[in-house]
Each structure stands twice: as C-alpha cells, then as structure tokens.
C-alpha cells in the first residue's frame, strides 16, 4: 500500500468482498456474537460462529478469514482458539486477533499474549488493551479506554515490530501501524462507544477484508468502512438503541459518497 | 393434514397457540438465543433457555415442546441435547432439530446423525444441511445455501422416510415432505438471509406449533406465519438492520390478510 | 431512605451513576448479555461480561457491582458465581442476584439457594421465583410469572428476613421489601414482558446503582428509572419489536419530567 492510498481503493476492496462473500470464521464473545453476525452479512461477508476444540482447525481449512476475540475467554475456549490460530497461520489463512479486556486481569492478559504469539495479520484494540498487550503498564479497567488513543502509539507500533503485526488501535481517531507508514483514520461518531459489541464486530469486518486484501489494506478498510457507517447511521439516531441495526442498514447501502464523508485517511499523523 | 390445508387452518393454529401459550424448551446457539426468545414472545409462545445436563431432562418434562440447533455446539452441550431428545422422545413431547452447519466439519455432521436418530418430530434446515444429514454429497460452506433448493427434495424426501420426521427445507421457497403429499410454501423475502438467526427463530417456532398441531400441521403453520411476518417485515426496512424487530410486530400484530397476502402453499409441486 | 423517598432522589441518584461511571460486572445468560450490556451503557455505567473461574475473583476486585444470574447456568458457570459472590461479599462490593428460573428444576433451585447465601445486596426476581427462592410451594413454569406478585409479597419479607438482602419482587407493580418500610413502585409496561431479557437487565441496572446507593435506595432507582424508560418506550413502539431499543434511547436521554411522569412510588402498599 502506498501512502497515498485512497478512499476509491478503499471501495474497491468492497466490491470485491461483495463480489468474493467471503466465510469468516468467527470465535468471538457472548454478547458481539449475534451483532457481528449481522455487521457481516450486511457488509456482504458470510459468517460462522464456531469454537468447538473438535472442529475449530476443520472450520478453518473452509473458510477465507479467522477473527478471535477473546472477551467472554474461558480455558475451552483458549484451547479452540489457540488451534485455529495454529492452523491458520500454518495454512497461510488470514486471522485477526481482539484482545478484548487484556489488562483488566493477569489471567486474561497471559491469554492475549499466548494469542499474539501465533502471527495474528491484524491486532485490533482500544488504547488499554494494546498497551497491555504491548507491555506496556497495563491499567485494569477491563474493557474501557482509560488511556488516550495518542499515548499509545508507540505501544501500538512497538507492538506491531514485535508480532508482525499490523495494528489497529482505535478510539476517538484510529491509528494504523504496521507494514507501511503509520497513518490515521478520522472516522465514527461518540455515540459509537454506548453500543455494545461494535468494536468486536470492527475486527470481525477486518478479518472479512482480509480475504481480499493485505492486512494493512485490510485494515483501512474496514475502519473507513465501518467507520463512516457508524457516522452515517449515528446521525439518525436519537441515542444508542438503534445504532446496530441503522449501522448495518448502512454497510448494507454503503455508497462512495458516504465513505468520502465519513472517514479520511491521514498519513504520518503528528504523534 | 389433507391436501387442502389452508390459510384459515393455519390461522387456527396461531389462535390455538396463543391461547394456550406452550413454554418452548430451547436449547440452541448463542447468537440466535435472544432473537428466538424475542420471536416466541411475539407469536405468543413462552421461551426459556436451558442447556445444563443436569437440568435438560427435567425441563423437557414441564416444557410443551423442545427446539435443538446444534449452531454453536460443543461435546457438553451435545451431551446435554441427546438427553433432552431422549427425554422427548420418550415422554412423547414434541421436538425439532435445526442440524445448522451439518456438513462443513465431520465432528458436526456426525452430532447431527447422532441426533437425527433420536426421533425429532420436524427437522429444519437449508438445501446443505438437509442433503448433508441425508447422507448426500455435503457441501462445507457452513451455514450457507450452497445447492438450490430444487435439487435438495429427493435428499429431503429421503431423509423423512428414514427418521420419520416431517423434514422442512427452506430456501427461496420452502418445501415440506414426510407424513404427507409434499407441498411448497411460497413466502418470506430475500432479505431475511441478511439477518443472522431467523432459520434458527423458524425452528423455534416450529417447535412452538408442535404443541398444538401435529408435526406435518405444525411445519406448514411456522413457514406461512413467519415467512408472511418476514415479508411484512421486509417491506418496512431499507436494509437488514431493522428486520428482526420488524418482524417480531408483524409476528405481534398478525392477522388473517398479511397471512393471505404473503404466504401461499402449494401440493405437489414440480420438481 | 426515608419512606419519603422521593423521585428527586432517584434523580440524583442517576445524576452521581452518571458522573462516577460504575463498572458493573456481569455473569450472566446469554441471550441477556447483549441487551444487558446496552442498557447499561444507555445508562451510564460501564458494562463487562467476564465469567471464568481464573478470572472472576480478580475481575470483581477492580469492578463496582457485580451482578449474577443464573438464566442460562450451568456447573462451571455456578462454580464461578460461588467464586465471584464470595469475593464481592469479602470485599464488602455490592452484589445483585437475580435467581431467574428458580423453581423449574431441582438443579436449578439448589444453585440459588446456595447462591442466595453468599449475602447478596438485592434478589431481584418475579413471583414464582421469589417464592421458590423462599421455600413457598414451587411453581414449575420457568420464567414464567405464574403466581400473582400480591400473594408473594409475604414470600419476598420471609425471604429478606433470612438473607439480608434488600428484595425487588417485580411483576405488574413491583414491591421492595427489606431494610425499611416495604413499598410498591408503579412504573414499566405490560408490553415489557413481551421482550426478553428486560427482567435481566433491570438486575443489572439495580447493580450499577448500587455502586452510587446502599442497596434499598439502590432498588427504588432501578426499578424507577428503568420502568419510567421502559413505559416511554413502549408508547413510541407498535409491538415489542423495537422496545430495548427505545428503551436504551430513553435510558440514554432520560429526564425528571419522564422520571415522574411515568414512575409511582407508594409506601406501605396495602397487600
């Protein structure tokens, strides 16, 4: 990717997730499972929810892209996600790795750090989690941005040296590190925070990009596309309750229009 | 069920389960969880949720009908449903099995065999589960309608005649055979494929209908009733996003003419 | 509180939730986690879903409240709940019992029984599960509300005696029992039964407002505010389909005109 990397290639990758309907194999959290669903398949993506230990590396040689997110994480569940990073690193399929909560305890920290040994594409977090993630002095307020998205940059670009990773650390702007120029994405709308599971459902769009796109494309992406539909359906809301549904309603009639309104891509952000 | 069975029977149907409000046993995948509930309340039903071995017999005793979908299954939770289905099967309640993702991974298909043994009383499922289950050619793309309906009935005959069970293919027309003359129903939108749990809600509400009709009665009053919600629904939204609300006031709303105006069975149909 | 206990109070309850963020921490079912979550952030508070054993102990330690319900339950689940109600008693945080199903099963009853001893600050729960929690005569229908809330409310005083706890008994008019002069609130809807998991987030409403009241003060707000909500609601929603929604809108953007507009608290209820 260049620096110059445009929104009309952003909808590029769209149209050929739309035209590819990629499966995205999805080992997520309770709550973000059901609203990670439906991002997906408005986006145009296919989606399965699978993390059985005895089926997990099976799913993984049928489908396009791999999202673990660990938020709701118990040891069955660690044990699935390990083999399905394993595979899917060993068979050259893409996965995308959401930390959710790492920090808030040692018990899920040392999980996220197994995990992001096994060469995620992409690692996707708010400022507390990537900075946990990174080493960096965690603070423990389980899922809550108690850091500020600036801050944590060199985390996230520390990070990103040491797994191979692109990063993606997001919050009021999104940060892009990994890969190529670090670069940030103005995009979203604050009301996007009192809805639960979006960010999960970010990185599972993420890893459906992933099926058409080298990670670091894959990560603009998804945060411009997600990102303006988010703002997008924000501005017809009255308050969170309906942000989900107008979100997908939105990656669904997704225009070039309203991804040029909605999101920018700076490179070389200051900070 | 004659040939003739028509609107004004499925009707009745709804009355009756309304009157009588039967407590669906469900035991199904995480995401659909919340959306079955919310569209068993709507149609009149009463759901609970309830996996644990160590309960799942009890509960099929005072439940009035049991739904099994194996969408996010694992070794306990498929110990916990071969003990509900005994349990079922031997007190004669009513179940439905949703074999969901039968033939994308060995360790899946092989639960649904296992299962499909234990006499449900109506299986449910899309072109690719139901020929998986039926032992024909699996296609592995998960939960996706990978073969045309049209080429799944000789599956879906097949597998009635072997377990006994009133089999419901669904797809862009939906298709019942076993304890009768096969029939289609012609409902439902296309835009219900975008929206993550709605086969998994049919189920749901299939079971509900087998606590008041026979099976074969039971699978035409589900398809009629949510597909024609479905469609009712769907002429409401701009997208996905909304269609599971819409579609649990329509199921809360119903009435004669939106029965009539979006659902039509069909006896014998070509092919 | 005083038996004054006022609406105005209940405001500025909201007002201190508001402005101190609780982290709340949810072990709890899984078709209520999503809405759960929602409501809180519509709130105002901080929402986590953590519920393994290796974690709980060290995650309530750096959370508010704690809410625990048993909906969906199942041994490891239980074991964890033990775990997390024994450290937040321990460490003097406020925990919030909801005791969903309790007298459907014998396995179920057990686990909150021996729950309901590991001094919760609030049970919150419909009649038949008060009563069952109580020791009053089962009833077996689930989650279903199968005796009247007005023969309960004795059950609900027998009940606070033994436990300690503070006792939301909810159903048509909801009743608060323990730590003073018992009182009904009249607030919510009727179309609110008709959309799952709202019983299971007033639970966790009532926790995150006892991270700002002592647990009595803290059952009023909840039950006002979110009841003062879900009636708003309800008046803008042709069905159930849409209510959690509109209720995290009007959560989200709640007022004292819709507060006393839509929420009667009524001290020594005859009854």
Redesign the interface.
Known sequence: MSDRFLLTDIWSALEDLRARRP?VHNIT??????????VL??LGA??????????VE??VA??DALVINI??????WVAAMQKAATRAAADGKPWVFDPV?CG?????TQAAVELARLAPDVIRGNAAEIMSLAGKAGT?????LVSRADEATSAAAALAARTGAVVALTGAVDYVTGGGTPAAVHTGHALM?????LGCSLSAVTAAFTAVRPPREAAFAALAVFGAAGAAAAAR??????L??????????MTPETLRRHARIEANPAG
């Open positions: 499966l959290n309770y709550p973000a499972m059901n609203t990670s669903a439906n398949l408005a296919s989606p399965a929810m699978v993390h059985a230990a005895e089926e099976d799913f049928i489908s938020g709701t994480l118990s040891p069955p909560g808030a305890t040692p018990y899920r423990g307020k389980g899922i809550e925070a009192l809805s639960t599971a809301c009255r308050g969170p309750g309906h989900p549904a107008e979100l997908c309603d939105e990656l669904y009639s």
